[in-house]
C-alpha cells in the first residue's frame, strides 16, 4: 500500500487545511496509507483527523530559520518511509522538501493554493532553488499556475485539480430562529461574508456597499464570519462610516454551515483569489454569489449563470447587483440552483480525490 505523507503549516481550519482533510479521508478508499503533519502547531482539525484514524505529527516549528524542528522533520520522514511527500503553500513547502529528499524521499510534489503576495524576492529565490527538489506542483487553480510561473516556477510541472466542496448540510435551525439567535429583525435580508479579516479580503469596500445598499434595503443585515489582524480597524470603521446595527461581527465560527443556507446573498470583495472555499460553500448551498471579478472567481462564478462578477473596489456595482437579487426571487432561485448543480458538477470532492489518487499512482509507478 502506497504511503503519503501530506505536510501543512497548521491544523487550523483554513482553505488549505479543510480541503487536506477532505482529500485525507478520501484517500485511504483509494488504497493508500495517509499521515498528515503539521509544520508549527496543530489545531481544530486534529481531531477530525484522528477520528478518520490517520496519523498526524506536530513538528514544532517556532522560528522562520528553526534547525531543530527542520531535523525533527527530517527523522520524522526518515522514520515513516513514505513514498510520496506532498507539502501545502510555503513554509511547509520550503521545509518539508529539503527535509524529503535528505530522508531520503524519491517522489515529492508541492500544492500552491494561494496567491501569495506577500512573498519577498528570497522567498521566490527559495521557491525557484526548490524545483529541482519537486517531481509535480499541485495548483487547485490555473489563476495560481499562472501566476507562480510568472514567478519562475516551471509551468510545464503543474497539475491544475480544482478545489473539492461537499454538498450543503442542512441547517439545524429554521430562519426565524437564526434571525432570532443573531438578533436581526423577522425581515432582515441577509448578506454573508466569510473569511480571514485581512486587507486582501477588501472588507472595508463591503462595508461601503453595504452601507449604499441599505438605502434600498433598510433591513440588510451584513453578517461579517471569521477573525484576523483587521477585525478592530474594520470595527471602528463600521462604526463610524455607518452604524453597527445592520453590520455584524460574528468573529470565527464553527457553525457556518448552518448560517449559509440562509443567506441571501454572499460577498467575496477579494483584491485577489486562487480558489475560494467559502464562495464555493455558498455556491454549494444554492446561495448567490457577487464576488470581485478576480482569475480565481471568474474560474467558479460564471457571471449571470451562477452569480454576478463585479469591479475590485466596485461598491456601487456590487450594491445594484445586490439589489437586483434582493428584488427579484426568480432570479435568486435561478442563480443559487445553478451555482449547486455547478458545484456538484464541476467540484465535487470525488473528483478532487480522484485526480490526486491518479497523480500519485502515476509519479509512484
Not at 508541492?110 to 506577500?118: K, L, M, P, Q, S
Not at 439545524?172 to 454573508?192: N, S, V
Not at 438605502?215 to 440588510?220: A, I, R
Amino acid at each position: 500500500m502506497p504511503r503519503i505523507l501530506h505536510i501543512i503549516p497548521t491544523f487550523d481550519r483554513t482553505g488549505a487545511g479543510k480541503q487536506l482533510r477532505l482529500l485525507a479521508t478520501g484517500l485511504a478508499p483509494e488504497g493508500f496509507d495517509v499521515h498528515v503533519c503539521a509544520l508549527t502547531r496543530g489545531g481544530p482539525l486534529a481531531a477530525e483527523f484522528r477520528a478518520a484514524g490517520i496519523p498526524s505529527e506536530i513538528i514544532g516549528k517556532r522560528l522562520k530559520a528553526d534547525p531543530v524542528a527542520f531535523a525533527r522533520l527530517a527523522r520524522h520522514i526518515a522514520r515513516l518511509r513514505p513514498d510520496l511527500v506532498h507539502t501545502w503553500n510555503f513554509a511547509a513547502g520550503s521545509y518539508g522538501r529539503v527535509a524529503a529528499r535528505a530522508a531520503g524521499v524519491k517522489h515529492i510534489v508541492a500544492g500552491e493554493y494561494c496567491v501569495d503576495r506577500w512573498k519577498s524576492t528570497w522567498q521566490w529565490i527559495v521557491d525557484r532553488r526548490l524545483a529541482r527538489h519537486t517531481d509535480c506542483y499541485v495548483a487547485n487553480s490555473a489563476a495560481i499556475r499562472d501566476y507562480c510561473a510568472k514567478h519562475g516556477l516551471p509551468a510545464e510541472r503543474f497539475t491544475v485539480i480544482d478545489n473539492g466542496v461537499e454538498p450543503a448540510c442542512p441547517s439545524d435551525a429554521t430562519r426565524c430562529q437564526l434571525l432570532d439567535e443573531l438578533k436581526c429583525p423577522g425581515d432582515a435580508r441577509l448578506i454573508g461574508v466569510v473569511g480571514r479579516l485581512w486587507p486582501q479580503k477588501r472588507v472595508k469596500d463591503l462595508i461601503w456597499a453595504a452601507d449604499l445598499l441599505r438605502v434600498l434595503h433598510d433591513n440588510l443585515r451584513l453578517l461579517v464570519i471569521g477573525d484576523g489582524p483587521e477585525r478592530s480597524t474594520l470595527h471602528r470603521f463600521a462604526r463610524l462610516a455607518s452604524d453597527l446595527d445592520h453590520i455584524r461581527f460574528l468573529g470565527h465560527r464553527d457553525d457556518v454551515w448552518r448560517i449559509m443556507p440562509h443567506l441571501d446573498v454572499f460577498w467575496n470583495g477579494s483584491g485577489y483569489e486562487g480558489q475560494s472555499n467559502s464562495v464555493m460553500e455558498a455556491m454549494a448551498a444554492s446561495v448567490p454569489v457577487v464576488a470581485s471579478d478576480v482569475a480565481g472567481n471568474r474560474e467558479l462564478v460564471v457571471h449571470g449563470e451562477t452569480g454576478y462578477l463585479v469591479p475590485i473596489a466596485g461598491r456601487a456595482a456590487r450594491a445594484r447587483a445586490t439589489d437586483q437579487i434582493l428584488t427579484d426571487p426568480t432570479l435568486a432561485a435561478r442563480l443559487g440552483a445553478a451555482a449547486k448543480q455547478r458545484m456538484a458538477e464541476h467540484f465535487s470532492v470525488e473528483e478532487n480525490i480522484r485526480r490526486h489518487a491518479e497523480l500519485y499512482r502515476e509519479l509512484i509507478g
